[in-house]
């Protein structure tokens, strides 16, 4: 895959020295990039959707965040049964999900 559909980056509060500190890491945003890496495999969609891990987006508060591309929409308070709707809305049927969009 050189150039995918969709690329989901998630908040795992990440640091450049590599410890993971944060609101989000607080928050289980381990297990919300698990759940998008779960539903892509389960969907069959690894060929077109692509998931990585990133470091603090500025926004604490709102966590955990994702933000899908090519669209740049910014998702917040995310749990795993909100990646299953995000996946279900913008992944597999191009619409925003506005329940989490921030
Ligand atoms: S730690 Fe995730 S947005 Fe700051």
């Known amino acids: 895959m050189v150039s995918p559909k969709y690329h989901i980056f998630v908040c795992t509060s990440c640091r450049t020295n590599g410890v993971q500190k944060g ?43 994702a933000v899908v591309y090519p669209e740049g929409v910014w998702y917040g308070g995310l749990t795993p049964e909100a990646v299953v709707e995000i996946m279900d809305q913008h992944i597999e049927s191009g619409e925003i999900a506005e329940k989490y969009r921030i």
Do not use: H
């Open 23 to 65: 609101f989000c890491y607080q928050k289980d945003s381990v297990k919300v990039i698990e759940k998008f890496m779960e539903e892509i495999e389960e969907r069959d969609l690894s060929g077109e959707c692509m998931v990585n891990n990133t470091g603090c987006f500025g926004i604490c508060s709102r966590g955990p965040i």
